[in-house]
Protein backbone atom coordinates (compact mmCIF):
# COMPACT_ATOMS: atom_id res chain seq x y z
CA UNK A 1 0.00 0.00 0.00
CA UNK A 2 1.66 3.82 -0.82
CA UNK A 3 1.55 6.06 1.57
CA UNK A 4 -1.22 8.10 -0.25
CA UNK A 5 -3.47 5.35 -0.24
CA UNK A 6 -2.46 5.12 3.94
CA UNK A 7 -2.96 8.66 4.70
CA UNK A 8 -6.93 7.59 5.15
CA UNK A 9 -8.33 3.87 6.08
CA UNK A 10 -11.04 3.36 3.34
CA UNK A 11 -13.63 3.88 6.43
CA UNK A 12 -12.40 7.50 6.87
CA UNK A 13 -12.16 7.93 3.25
CA UNK A 14 -15.89 7.41 3.14
CA UNK A 15 -16.55 10.00 6.21
CA UNK A 16 -14.29 12.15 4.02
CA UNK A 17 -16.78 11.31 0.90
CA UNK A 18 -19.95 11.37 3.14
CA UNK A 19 -18.79 14.83 4.66
CA UNK A 20 -18.54 16.38 0.69
CA UNK A 21 -21.74 15.03 0.19
CA UNK A 22 -23.13 17.16 3.02
CA UNK A 23 -21.47 20.20 2.58
CA UNK A 24 -22.31 20.27 -0.97
CA UNK A 25 -26.32 19.44 -0.06
CA UNK A 26 -27.11 22.81 0.66
CA UNK A 27 -25.25 24.69 -1.92
CA UNK A 28 -24.43 24.58 -5.83
CA UNK A 29 -20.86 24.81 -4.83
CA UNK A 30 -18.53 21.43 -5.87
CA UNK A 31 -15.63 20.55 -3.61
CA UNK A 32 -13.22 17.66 -4.12
CA UNK A 33 -10.00 16.40 -2.34
CA UNK A 34 -6.89 14.83 -4.28
CA UNK A 35 -3.97 13.11 -2.33
CA UNK A 36 -0.79 12.83 -4.27
CA UNK A 37 2.59 11.11 -2.99
CA UNK A 38 4.44 14.08 -3.89
CA UNK A 39 5.22 17.93 -4.93
CA UNK A 40 7.47 19.24 -7.17
CA UNK A 41 7.43 22.81 -6.54
CA UNK A 42 4.10 25.38 -5.18
CA UNK A 43 1.53 23.62 -4.01
CA UNK A 44 -0.99 26.05 -4.86
CA UNK A 45 0.25 25.69 -8.27
CA UNK A 46 0.08 21.91 -8.50
CA UNK A 47 -3.33 22.19 -7.31
CA UNK A 48 -4.10 24.38 -10.11
CA UNK A 49 -2.84 22.39 -12.28
CA UNK A 50 -5.08 19.97 -10.33
CA UNK A 51 -8.36 21.63 -10.64
CA UNK A 52 -7.90 21.54 -14.36
CA UNK A 53 -7.24 18.26 -15.02
CA UNK A 54 -9.82 17.28 -12.98
CA UNK A 55 -12.56 19.56 -14.80
CA UNK A 56 -13.22 21.23 -11.68
CA UNK A 57 -13.51 24.55 -13.87
CA UNK A 58 -16.70 23.15 -15.49
CA UNK A 59 -19.28 24.34 -12.94
CA UNK A 60 -21.99 26.89 -13.84
CA UNK A 61 -21.18 28.80 -11.08
CA UNK A 62 -17.38 28.82 -11.31
CA UNK A 63 -17.64 27.73 -7.14
CA UNK A 64 -15.63 24.36 -7.19
CA UNK A 65 -12.94 24.19 -4.74
CA UNK A 66 -10.04 21.69 -4.62
CA UNK A 67 -8.41 20.69 -1.47
CA UNK A 68 -4.79 19.04 -2.58
CA UNK A 69 -2.34 17.41 -0.35
CA UNK A 70 1.02 15.91 -1.20
CA UNK A 71 1.24 13.29 1.52
CA UNK A 72 4.72 12.10 1.57
CA UNK A 73 5.82 16.03 1.95
CA UNK A 74 3.32 17.43 4.43
CA UNK A 75 2.09 20.14 2.15
CA UNK A 76 -1.14 21.02 0.93
CA UNK A 77 -3.17 24.04 -0.62
CA UNK A 78 -7.05 24.95 -1.03
CA UNK A 79 -7.84 25.85 -4.66
CA UNK A 80 -10.72 27.79 -4.76
CA UNK A 81 -12.21 29.01 -8.86
CA UNK A 82 -12.89 32.50 -9.28
CA UNK A 83 -16.63 32.43 -8.92
CA UNK A 84 -16.09 31.19 -5.03
CA UNK A 85 -12.33 33.35 -4.64
CA UNK A 86 -14.61 36.59 -5.55
CA UNK A 87 -17.55 35.63 -3.24
CA UNK A 88 -15.27 34.97 0.09
CA UNK A 89 -14.20 37.16 2.76
CA UNK A 90 -10.73 38.48 2.99
CA UNK A 91 -8.37 35.65 4.80
CA UNK A 92 -11.00 33.07 4.34
CA UNK A 93 -8.91 30.54 2.63
CA UNK A 94 -5.82 31.56 5.42
CA UNK A 95 -8.66 30.55 8.35
CA UNK A 96 -9.66 27.16 6.46
CA UNK A 97 -5.95 26.37 5.94
CA UNK A 98 -5.05 27.24 9.86
CA UNK A 99 -8.06 25.10 11.11
CA UNK A 100 -6.66 22.23 8.42
CA UNK A 101 -3.09 22.50 9.66
CA UNK A 102 -3.81 22.69 13.26
CA UNK A 103 -5.00 18.51 12.80
CA UNK A 104 -2.35 17.85 10.45
CA UNK A 105 0.00 18.60 12.77
CA UNK A 106 -1.68 16.76 15.48
CA UNK A 107 -1.24 13.68 13.30
CA UNK A 108 -5.00 14.16 12.76
CA UNK A 109 -5.54 14.04 9.12
CA UNK A 110 -8.64 12.85 8.92
CA UNK A 111 -10.41 15.75 10.83
CA UNK A 112 -8.13 18.06 9.27
CA UNK A 113 -9.63 17.22 5.62
CA UNK A 114 -12.95 17.35 7.24
CA UNK A 115 -12.20 21.14 8.62
CA UNK A 116 -11.58 21.85 4.90
CA UNK A 117 -14.25 20.40 3.36
CA UNK A 118 -16.68 21.85 5.84
CA UNK A 119 -15.70 25.42 5.91
CA UNK A 120 -15.37 25.48 1.96
CA UNK A 121 -18.86 24.11 2.83
CA UNK A 122 -20.28 26.80 4.86
CA UNK A 123 -18.87 29.35 2.51
CA UNK A 124 -20.10 27.75 -0.92
CA UNK A 125 -23.81 27.17 1.40
CA UNK A 126 -23.47 31.41 2.03
CA UNK A 127 -22.79 32.52 -1.26
CA UNK A 128 -23.98 29.91 -3.52
CA UNK A 129 -26.96 28.43 -1.74
CA UNK A 130 -28.71 25.38 -3.28
CA UNK A 131 -31.80 25.84 -5.60
CA UNK A 132 -33.92 23.95 -7.53
CA UNK A 133 -32.80 22.53 -10.42
CA UNK A 134 -28.76 22.41 -8.72
CA UNK A 135 -27.35 19.05 -9.65
CA UNK A 136 -24.21 17.88 -8.14
CA UNK A 137 -21.45 18.39 -11.21
CA UNK A 138 -18.84 16.36 -10.16
CA UNK A 139 -17.46 13.42 -8.26
CA UNK A 140 -17.38 13.33 -5.00
CA UNK A 141 -14.87 10.50 -3.90
CA UNK A 142 -11.25 11.08 -3.32
CA UNK A 143 -9.10 11.69 -6.22
CA UNK A 144 -5.70 10.13 -6.18
CA UNK A 145 -2.22 10.19 -8.08
Known amino acids: MSEVEELLTPEEETEVVEAIR ?17 VKGEPLKRAGEL ?33 IDKAVPEGFWDTTRDAMQKNFRK ?23 WRPGDENELSNEVSKS
Open 22 to 38: EAERETSGEIRVHLEYS
Open 51 to 83: FYALKMENTRERNGVLIYIAVHDHRFAIYGDKG
Open 107 to 129: GAFKEGILAGVRSAGRELKAHFP
